[in-house]
């Protein structure tokens, strides 16, 4: 009955539009990421290197901005739903050198992995050469290059941060993506997620330390989930699914597993920075309820067919996916959970953002975080 009462609240929050709040406002955001909230770091590292990127072409932003926005998705981001909450522009990614940053920079990047390449060249997961250098200490980096445009002093820096909005996550699902295309099983996965860990956290001390005061650490989605996964792995053998989603569970303990050890490491940066607000931010549980209970969220399609995509019980083929040429989006995105067969749809983003600003899934909301 708890449980059934906390999702119609929860539905109740998805169905409300987000309003500016004066009383929170940050003056800025600053975010590090993958394609969850990247609005265009991929777009300017693909054009460097002279790499096609399906995302420039529709249906990609055919929601809301009616073009491609840079986004993968149909619409706006998580990011962007928590710019327009506190009155702010949507996040210019900051490879795009030709844009103010006063209120903020994007330095997420699709398909960035928490861990460096070298990390997985030397435990021998992969030997793919990546030319896009877009990990989260290069994120970290360009954060650093951006400071000193920013403010001058030790005093000012922590003023100014100290005002701003940080959003650390979601970035470790590329870093399982880099494992699962090594043919590592879920339980040597596992043995990594102690060091991926380790490297998200570090990054937050390290932005603690410049100023920040306000930090969202997003946790890991339910991967079993995910269609592209689904159709990947697609087999007969029923034990492998769990009966009440559809998912693929080994994927979605291992997404528990790696949740559990993030929100142990927010407690540990809570004890060593008491004045700092470290908001662990619920991926995971939103999304399986929208899984398990699509039709009270507003979703009526499907909640594992992908809205953009062609062929397959998932609506998801890998050579021909979405914005490739002859692959069509459904009609009313609004119905659907997933967008690509990897991202979610702008509604799924939207009722995540209310549900990590108002609660119930951050601790604590980002609404209840005062800047001093």
Excluded at 194 to 202: C, G, P, Y
Excluded at 308 to 336: F, K, S
């Amino acid at each position: 009955m708890k449980s059934t009462t906390l999702i119609i609240l929860s539905f109740l929050l998805f169905l409300e539009p987000i309003q500016p709040t004066p009383s929170h406002a940050f003056n800025s955001i600053f975010s590090f990421g993958d394609s969850y909230s990247d609005t265009g770091n991929i777009n300017v590292l693909a054009k460097n290197n002279s790499l096609d990127l399906y995302t420039d072409n529709l249906p990609y932003g055919m929601t809301f901005f009616h073009r491609p926005s840079k986004r993968f998705s149909d619409g706006r981001l998580i990011v962007d739903f928590l710019a327009e909450e506190f009155g702010l522009p949507y996040l210019k990614p900051y490879l795009d050198k030709n844009e103010s940053f006063r209120q903020g920079a994007n330095f997420a990047v699709a398909g960035a992995t928490a861990l460096d390449e070298t990390f997985f060249k030397l435990h021998n997961i992969t030997t793919f050469e990546d030319p896009l250098n877009n990990s989260l200490s290069s994120q970290l980096q360009w954060f650093e290059e951006l400071k000193p445009s920013l403010c001058q002093t030790t005093n000012e820096c922590k003023d100014y941060f100290g005002r701003s909005l940080f959003i650390v996550g979601e970035i470790e699902g590329s870093d399982y993506t880099v494992m699962f295309s090594g043919l590592l099983t879920v339980e040597q996965m596992m043995r990594y997620s102690s060091t991926i860990i380790q490297t998200i956290a570090e990054t937050i001390k390290e932005l603690i330390d410049q100023g920040a005061r306000t930090v969202v650490v997003p946790g890991n989605i339910p991967m079993g989930c995910l269609p592209s996964l689904l159709t990947i792995l697609k087999t007969d053998d029923s034990s492998i699914y769990d009966p009440k989603t559809g998912c693929i569970e080994k994927y979605n303990i291992l997404s528990r597993y790696h949740n559990s050890l993030l929100l142990q490491a927010v407690k540990e940066l809570r004890i060593k920075y008491p004045l700092a607000k470290i908001i662990y931010a619920d991926f995971y549980k939103p999304v399986i309820n929208f899984i398990r209970f699509p039709r009270r969220f507003g979703f009526t399609s499907k909640p594992l067919v992908v809205c953009c995509g062609i062929g397959g019980e998932y609506n998801w083929h890998q050579p021909r996916m979405c914005g490739t040429p002859d692959v069509t989006a459904c009609q009313n995105p609004l119905t659907y959970v997933n967008w690509d067969g990897l991202r979610l749809t702008e509604a799924s983003y939207r009722y995540v953002a209310n549900s990590w600003l108002k609660g119930p899934y951050a601790d604590p909301p980002i609404l209840d975080a005062q800047t001093n």
